[in-house]
């Protein structure tokens, strides 16, 4: 099943505008990874979150470890918002090593002018 | 920041072939991971490594090996390529943080198609 769902699957937003990514977990997550793939290809990470909330200029990522879910919010988006954002999580198996990271299956921002 | 490069780049192998993917990465990190990426299954975890000669099984193993031979370097190894197996292939290395894994960075991925 989905072990991380990731909504919505795609999003079209005008320049300037705000939104909202979300993922839902039916994990254990443990820590929370936002990835950003752009039009090239590329994959650059964006956050990483323990259980909280952290800002970075226009973008806003909040991980509720209770509730199971994280957010991506987009402020005033930019062109070079355009991509697809991916979440991914950590859940830390009971041998106490490191966990793998499970990603969703993205959501594709396209910002248009 | 971490750099970590693959190669090839792009790659075109016949079913049945042995195909090798490497990556390298420069910043001394402990943990190495391949995955994959098709479409509508976002990044998949083939193989992963904790450090030099140790390799893990991920969610997506079958048809895959890998090696891990130093810190730097670790491959992605299909004795017997399939074209189920065309795909982008990425290479990640990340930390620990304490129990947790740190932030992962991503090679700029391979393209493999099998025909």
């Known amino acids: 099943g989905d072990k991380v769902k990731q909504s919505p699957s795609a999003l079209s937003l005008q320049e300037g505008t705000n939104s909202a990514l979300r993922c839902n977990f039916s994990?254990?997550?443990?820590?929370v990874q936002w990835f950003l793939q752009n039009p090239r290809g590329s994959l650059i990470n964006l956050f990483y979150?323990?259980?909280g909330t952290k800002e970075n200029g226009r973008l806003k990522s909040a991980f509720d470890s209770k509730e199971s879910y994280s957010t991506l919010h987009i402020r005033d988006a930019q062109l070079e918002d355009s991509g697809t954002y991916f979440c991914?999580?950590?859940?830390?198996?009971?041998?106490?090593?490191?966990?793998?990271?499970?990603f969703g299956e993205g959501t594709q921002v396209t910002v248009i002018s | 920041e971490a750099a970590v490069t693959q190669s090839p780049r792009n790659k075109v192998a016949v079913t049945g072939g042995k195909v090798t993917l490497s990556c390298n990465q420069t910043?001394?990190?402990?943990?190495m991971y391949w995955y994959r990426q098709d479409t509508g299954h976002g990044l998949r975890l083939i193989h992963y490594?904790?450090?030099?000669?140790?390799?893990e099984k991920g969610d997506i193993p079958d048809g895959y090996k890998a090696s891990r031979p130093s810190q730097e370097n670790f491959s992605l190894i299909l004795e017997l390529a399939t074209p189920s197996q065309t795909s982008v292939y990425f290479c990640?290395?990340?930390?620990?943080?304490?129990?947790?894994?740190?932030?992962?960075?991503f090679g700029p991925g391979t393209r493999l198609l099998v025909l």
């Open positions: 990640a290395s990340g930390d620990d943080r304490g129990q947790s894994q740190d932030t992962q960075y």
């Open positions: 994990i254990a997550a443990t820590t």
């Open positions: 979150l323990v259980p």
């Open positions: 991914a999580a950590e859940a830390t198996n009971t041998g106490g090593l490191s966990g793998k990271l499970t």
């Open positions: 910043n001394n990190h402990n943990n």
């Open positions: 490594s904790y450090g030099a000669g140790s390799t």
